[in-house]
Nanobody, 126 residues
Framework: QVQLVESGGGSVQAGGSLRLSCAASGYIFGRNCMGWFRQGPGKEREGVAAMDVFGITSYADSVKDRFTISRDSPKNTLLLEMNSLKPEDTAMYFC????????????????????WGQGTQVTVSS
């Protein structure tokens, strides 16, 4: 059974930083796309960042140059480093993973991902 557990959320002031972690169990790490999504108050869930099996990353335009996705394969952990945070980054952040095995290229589409964590809240105040 696949389990994804996020941690690292919290409250920060604008301009601050946070690092989110996603611990995966029951999942073969690095064999398919993994990503981060977020859902702000009153908003649809949106893709933030993803990483494919080769370590190639993709980002939403709104977070490029501020957020960095990475993975620690020996620890089965997906990370999201968030810098220069803005109030509009306030959201519940979710870790997600695709089933099976795949090659290069990960889309930031919810429908591509079957496994989801429960989320961790990030609140950025102005």
């Amino acid at each position: 059974q696949v389990q994804l557990v996020e941690s690292g959320g919290g409250s920060v002031q604008a301009g601050g930083s946070l690092r989110l972690s996603c611990a995966a169990s029951g999942y073969i790490f690095g064999r398919n796309c993994m990503g981060w999504f977020r859902q702000g108050p009153g908003k649809e869930r949106e893709g933030v960042a993803a990483m494919d099996v080769f370590g190639i990353t993709s980002y939403a335009d709104s977070v490029k140059d501020r957020f960095t996705i990475s993975r620690d394969s020996p620890k089965n952990t997906l990370l999201l480093e968030m810098n220069s945070l803005k109030p509009e980054d306030t959201a519940m952040y979710f870790c997600a993973a695709k089933p099976g095995f795949s090659g290069a290229g990960c889309r930031l589409l919810q429908s591509d991902y079957s496994y989801w964590g429960q989320g961790t809240q990030v609140t950025v105040s102005s």
